[in-house]
C-alpha cells in the first residue's frame, strides 16, 4: 500500500548538517549505514547555489517563483528553500520565491497542518468536496489559491465560498503552447482557455 499524503509529508524530516563534508559518492554507504532508509542526501551547497541561480534568472521582473511538492517531498528542504537567510535582505529586493505548488486539496491540507502556507493548487478542483476543503482552510487562515480554466470551476467554488463566507483567490489556467500546423503542437495542451476573452 503506498504512504499517505499526510505520510510523505512526514514533519520528522530533518536536515542535518554534519561537519563540514566534502564527500564522493563511493563514500556515502558507510556515512549512511546507521540511518534509518529511505534517506535522501543532498548538496545543500549545490541547493543553495541553484536558488540563487533560479532568483537571478528572475531579476527585476515581478514574478513568483513557487515551489513544487511534486519534485521535493521533503518538508525539512521546503522550509529551508522558502526561509533562506542569505536570500532576504532589508535594502535589497523582496524574494520571488515564494508559497508553494502542490498536486491536490488533501496535500494542501496537510501542508497547511505543518505550517506552510500560500499554497497554489495546480491542478483544476472538480468536486464539491474539494472545494468546501479549500474553503474551510480559507476560512481557517490559510491562503489556498485554487486553479481553474471553465465557470463550472469557477461556480463550485463560488459556492463553497458562499456558503463558508470567504473569499477564495483563483489562478485562471491559460494554454501558452503552439500549434504550427493540424498535427503539430509545442508544449503541453494545459486547459481550454487560450486567448485573453476566453479568460475573462
Same mark, same amino acid.
Do not use: Y
Given at each position: 500500500?503506498?504512504?499517505?499524503?499526510?505520510?510523505?509529508?512526514?514533519?520528522?524530516?530533518?536536515?542535518?548538517?554534519?561537519?563540514?563534508?566534502?564527500?564522493?559518492?563511493?563514500?556515502?554507504?558507510?556515512?549512511?549505514?546507521?540511518?534509518?532508509?529511505?534517506?535522501?542526501?543532498?548538496?545543500?551547497? /549545490?541547493?543553495? #547555489?541553484? @536558488?540563487? &541561480?533560479?532568483?537571478? *534568472?528572475? $531579476?527585476? !521582473?515581478? +514574478?513568483?517563483?513557487?515551489?513544487?511538492?511534486?519534485?521535493?517531498?521533503?518538508?525539512?528542504?521546503?522550509?529551508?528553500?522558502?526561509?533562506?537567510?542569505?536570500?532576504?535582505?532589508?535594502?535589497?529586493?523582496?524574494?520571488?520565491?515564494?508559497?508553494?505548488?502542490?498536486?491536490?486539496?488533501?496535500?494542501?491540507?496537510?501542508?497547511?497542518?505543518?505550517?506552510?502556507?500560500?499554497?497554489?493548487?495546480?491542478?483544476?478542483?472538480?468536486? /464539491?468536496?474539494? #472545494?468546501? @476543503?479549500? &474553503?474551510?482552510?480559507? *476560512?481557517? $487562515?490559510? !491562503?489556498? +489559491?485554487?486553479?481553474?480554466?471553465?465557470?463550472?470551476?469557477?461556480?463550485?467554488?463560488?459556492?463553497?465560498?458562499?456558503?463558508?463566507?470567504?473569499?477564495?483567490?483563483?489562478?485562471?489556467?491559460?494554454?501558452?503552447?503552439?500549434?504550427?500546423?493540424?498535427?503539430?503542437?509545442?508544449?503541453?495542451?494545459?486547459?481550454?482557455?487560450?486567448?485573453?476573452?476566453?479568460?475573462?
Amino acid at each position: 500500500m503506498s504512504p499517505s499524503v499526510e505520510d510523505q509529508l512526514s514533519p520528522d524530516s530533518k536536515v542535518r548538517s554534519p561537519e563540514p563534508l566534502v564527500t564522493t559518492p563511493d563514500r556515502w554507504p558507510a556515512l549512511l549505514a546507521d540511518e534509518p532508509l529511505p534517506t535522501a542526501v543532498v548538496d545543500l551547497v /549545490a541547493m543553495a #547555489a541553484n @536558488r540563487r &541561480a533560479v532568483v537571478s *534568472a528572475v $531579476g527585476d !521582473r515581478p +514574478v513568483t517563483i513557487r515551489l513544487s511538492t511534486r519534485a521535493m517531498r521533503s518538508t525539512a528542504l521546503l522550509r529551508r528553500l522558502l526561509m533562506d537567510p542569505t536570500a532576504i535582505t532589508a535594502d535589497g529586493p523582496p524574494d520571488p520565491l515564494q508559497g508553494l505548488a502542490c498536486d491536490s486539496v488533501s496535500e494542501a491540507a496537510a501542508l497547511v497542518q505543518l505550517g506552510f502556507d500560500d499554497i497554489l493548487l495546480h491542478a483544476p478542483i472538480c468536486r /464539491a468536496a474539494e #472545494a468546501m @476543503r479549500v &474553503a474551510e482552510l480559507t *476560512a481557517e $487562515g490559510a !491562503r489556498v +489559491v485554487a486553479t481553474v480554466d471553465c465557470r463550472e470551476h469557477v461556480a463550485l467554488l463560488g459556492a463553497a465560498a458562499v456558503e463558508k463566507g470567504v473569499e477564495i483567490d483563483l489562478c485562471i489556467d491559460v494554454d501558452v503552447s503552439w500549434q504550427p500546423a493540424a498535427e503539430v503542437r509545442f508544449g503541453r495542451l494545459r486547459s481550454p482557455i487560450g486567448d485573453v476573452s476566453a479568460a475573462r
